[in-house]
């Protein structure tokens, strides 16, 4: 076990994806393979083999390990069993063995080789693995069904090359559009990247300031994009505030509440220097369900959280994952429910509820769990004004009565300015300024940073000050704004 | 000119009236926000214009013809309508197709169409994301994109659902100048918002919605001035107009700036 001191120095990098992404890639081309094995015509008399085609393409595409280019040709052969038409099919899991062995040579080991833009790749691979896997499957036919050996030479041999060379041709039409489309799918991540994914498990890391989430020195990148999302960020939370996150879109608001909740880099892959603890604990040494008992994110499309049909199976879902019994479900079911002020709507079927009560219905279920820390990502985006006061009533009753602490991305300022302990300001990935509301909007006003997000009525405050004139209290809500206004006219 | 005639709208013969004895006329060039609370009607006024819903009693016309009848379908030849979450009305694979697609159902092919996407494309300022996937880009940039496949076919009027909330200010500032934009080309654009502070600052007329009837058709001053008169109605007031009425004689502040200028003249300092 090795003690990092100095966390800035640490670089964590992950391909994006969940760890079953070869799998799920897979048997998608395997099932194409053997649609198009079942319905291919033959040319000449050859057929060239889909199902070698297909897994090359998986396995050029997902670059799984050894053992998991076995097991997806091992599948790939049992297809092969089912529905040939040798005399001795079962040589197929031999020669299935070998191409998988070769395809994950081709995938780990061979570099793009590039003609122009395109790679020479998948033709070599298709060629080179059919001739593998052509070759060994009809010399155990050989031996097993004792062809002559003149036959074998003149005859079958070459016929191997010729489908070999059929594989040549197809495998690249199957590989590029593959490619194409996984590309435009997950953005910009390239493919021909080869990402070792870290292993912080061997780490001994501790924070270095109290908090009960602290960033330290974190800079990250997306798989695949050029800049930087989040640079060098330190930022603590502290137990109890109610930390307001702005800046505008593309600032790096999203990105740091999903690196609060280890989403960065877990979920999303890409590069991630420096560290993020949350509940004192290193978000790239814990899974994500584990700190998902720290720390609660509610996302902006809130109804795409919902995963149950009625109000009590959500608030059950998450409870029965973690293994309550039937009672202490409702118990807590209950309490959650009591806090949004959803109380007696168990029974109610979701598709009946308002956008505003599913998002309830969001937090309770993320209450459920106790957390911590509650994170909602830009929550007020489609709300009518009476329905931002009365969810930010919400949040600041639960920061305040049950002491959790809340991290908000948020543009809608004057919203949370009644409730909020602390701001802090991003820009292009950097965090410019952190601190109490007035700081950072002063800071906002003088930089010209994201100004037009200040409250228009504190923005008002800091214009006339700057023309000399002075007030009483800070406009931070209307009403202080009109007695202040008032008192500084009768003074003058 | 698009009117709404005495029209009443309820979902069941016997159901309650969603809108009732309602009767508006939009002419060209205006910008008309259209505000209520939620459940007011006001959805279901800009539905019925655009004819995905039909009167139950009453008229809608244009320019003097009673289309009631007429589908949406065949509205979409003058009467463009923005989504709240625009990515629910496009499903082409760019920018450029979504704009086309609208004009090549209404007949335009080769270089008319072409022209008439490049022009809509210019107008709204998503020429550089022309080849993008349209549900990839923010909500701002799609609103525009949708704005775009109205404006190719030629629109007359221009329907908005809430399109600044969740905008940051620079999104805001954008739109309205677009809005502006428009409208000085004849176009009138019906803006359904919550955002008190967009009606007081760029919008010439307001309709508010309230117990399924309208309740106000006139300027944003005579709708904020007096206090009380918004409030009834579960509106906000603008910002701007609150900070007004702490002032000696309460003059009504369109926004922010004419605040500042009433309370520096106030102080004799200009």
Known sequence: MQKIDDVSTLVFTKARGGKFRWLTISTLMLAIGMLLHLVSPSVFGFTPNWMIATYCVAILLTKPSYRQCIGICMVAALMEVFTSKAAFPYGNFFSEFGGALVAGFFAHSVPPLRVGRFSLRPILTGFVTTLVSGFIFVTILKVVVGIPMPVYLYGILPAVAMVAAGNAAITPFLYFPARHLFQTM???????????????????????????????????????????????????????????????????????????????????GGTMKGMVFTGGKAVTQTSISDLASKVGVILSDYSAQIVTLTVGEEMAFTLENHGYSPEEIKKRSKEALAKVRLTGLEKREVSTLSGGQRQRLVVAAVLAEEPEVLIFDEPTSAMDPEGISEFYEMVGRLNRENGLTVVVAEHH????????????????????????????????????????????????????????????KPFLSVSDAQASIARAVKGE | MLELQNVSFRYTPRGNNILSHFSASF??????????????????????????????????????????????????????????????????????EEVAFGPRMQGLTGKELDDAVENAMRAVDVAEEADRYPRSLPRGTQQRVAIASAIAMNIRYLILDEPTSGQDGNEKKRLISLMNALRKQGITVILVTHDMDIVASDCSRVIVIADHEKAYDGTPENLFASEGKAEQWGLAVPSSVALGRALPGSPYCKDMVSFCNAYMKLHGRE
């Open chain 1, 186 to 268: 997950n953005g910009e991540a390239a493919v021909d990247e080869d990402v070792k994914d870290s292993d912080h498990s061997q780490l001994i890391l501790k924070q270095s300031r109290p908090g009960v989430i602290s960033i330290e020195h974190l800079s990250y990148t997306y798989p695949g994009m050029e800049g930087e999302a989040l640079h060098d960020i330190n930022l603590a939370v502290e137990k109890g505030d109610f930390l307001v996150v702005t800046g505008a879109n593309g600032a790096g608001k999203t990105s740091l509440l999903m690196a609060m909740a280890g989403a960065v880099p877990q979920y999303y």
């Open chain 1, 413 to 472: 300022l004057e919203a949370v300015l009644p409730y909020a302990n602390r701001f802090a300001l991003l820009d292009r990935g950097h965090l410019l300024s952190e601190g109490t509301p007035e700081q950072v909007m002063k800071f906002m006003m003088n930089h010209q940073v994201y100004a037009n997000a200040i409250p228009d009525i504190y923005k008002a405050q800091l214009v006339l000050e700057e023309e000399g004139c002075h007030f009483e």
């Open chain 2, 27 to 96: 002419g060209e060039g205006e910008l008309v926000a259209v505000t209520g609370r939620n459940g007011s009607g006001k959805t279901t006024m800009t539905r019925i214009l655009v004819g995905l819903e039909k009167p139950s009693e009453g008229i809608v016309s244009y320019e003097g013809n009673d289309i009631s009848a007429e589908d949406a379908s065949a509205r979409s030849r003058f009467i463009g309508y923005v989504f709240q979450q625009p990515d629910r009305q496009m499903f082409m694979p760019t920018v450029r």
